[in-house]
C-alpha cells in the first residue's frame, strides 16, 4: 500500500495574479467595490463578480455588500439582490451573531433602496423545512 502526501489546504485567491496565493485583504476589497461601482456594469458581470466573491472563503464587509445592493438597484434587479441576502444568511450560520450585525449595518441603505428584509418576505424560515432527512 502506498501513501501519498496531500498538499496542505490553505485559502487561494480568485484574482489570477495571486494564483494559488493569498491575496492582500485591501486590493480584495478595492477589486470588488470597483467592481460593483462600475457606471456601466450589466446583469451578466454583475453576476459573474458575486460569483467570484461568494468562491471565496470570506464574509464580506458591510462597505461591499452596500455597494452590491446599490448595483442591483442601478440594474433594476430586486430578485438578484434579495439572492444575495439568502446567500449571505447562509454564509453566516457559523456564527449567531453575524447576520443581525451585518443587517443592522446595512439595514438603513436596504431601507433608501427599497430592498425588503428576509424577515419582511417571511424568507427566514422556511416552509418545508425537516431536520431529519429521512422524513
Not at 502526501?5 to 486590493?27: C, D, G, I, V
Not at 467570484?52 to 439582490?81: G, M, Q, T, Y
Not at 447576520?99 to 419582511?120: A, D, H, N, S, Y
Request: net charge negative; with cysteine; charged share 30%.
Amino acid at each position: 500500500m502506498t501513501s501519498r502526501l496531500l498538499p496542505s489546504a490553505r485559502m487561494a485567491s480568485s484574482n489570477p495574479k495571486y494564483y494559488n496565493e493569498e491575496e492582500p485583504y485591501a486590493e480584495f476589497k478595492e477589486r470588488f467595490m470597483c467592481a460593483f461601482n462600475q457606471p456601466n456594469l450589466d446583469g451578466w458581470w454583475m453576476r459573474k463578480y458575486l460569483q467570484d466573491l461568494h468562491s471565496e472563503d470570506i464574509i464580506p464587509e458591510p462597505d461591499i455588500v452596500i455597494s452590491i445592493f446599490k448595483a442591483c438597484r442601478r440594474l433594476n434587479d430586486l430578485a438578484l439582490a434579495i439572492r444575495y441576502l439568502e446567500s449571505l444568511h447562509h454564509k453566516c450560520e457559523i456564527k449567531s451573531e453575524l447576520f443581525p450585525w451585518l443587517m443592522q449595518e446595512v439595514g438603513p441603505t436596504m431601507k433608501e433602496l427599497g430592498i425588503p428584509t428576509l424577515e419582511e418576505l417571511g424568507y427566514d424560515k422556511p416552509e418545508l423545512y425537516t431536520l431529519d432527512y429521512d422524513d
